[in-house]
């Protein structure tokens, strides 16, 4: 398994944007596909999006299409999630997860074998 550590949540006003980054150690980065889920209070957790290993390959949930944007560096080890128009829905603790093989129809139902702790990101109106 590869360990994860996210960072960069923080609470913004709705309409700002913010950069969540996860960082893995332990194994091949570039072996895995990566991907953010989030949980909103009283919530199930919730895919958001994923990237394939190469990075050119990615995935969103449709609330999320046209603002939140998943990108990777393979030589920095980190997967980033860059969110924009940011809405008070999207209030929530946000993970990312490393999986060896991302289904491409159903990316979401992936196998992800390795998550960090979370980062909390609150959106106030």
């Known amino acids: 398994q590869v360990q994860l550590v996210e960072s960069g949540g923080e609470s913004v006003q709705a309409g700002g944007s913010l950069r969540l980054s996860c960082v893995a150690s332990?194994?091949?980065?570039?072996?895995?596909?990566m991907g953010w889920f989030r949980q909103a209070p009283g919530k199930e957790r919730e895919f958001v999006a994923a990237?394939?290993?190469?990075?050119?390959?990615?995935y969103y949930a449709d609330p999320v299409k046209g603002r939140f944007t998943i990108s990777r560096d393979n030589a920095k080890n980190t997967v980033y999630l860059q969110m924009t128009s940011l809405e008070t829905e999207d209030t929530a603790v946000y993970y990312c997860?490393?999986?060896?093989?991302?289904?491409?129809?159903?990316?979401?139902?992936?196998?992800?074998?390795?998550w960090g702790q979370g980062t909390q990101v609150t959106v106030s109106s």
């Open positions: 997860a490393a999986t060896s093989a991302i289904q491409s129809g159903s990316p979401g139902r992936s196998r992800f074998d390795s």
């Open positions: 332990g194994r091949t980065f570039s072996y895995y596909g």
């Open positions: 990237i394939s290993r190469s990075g050119v390959i990615k």
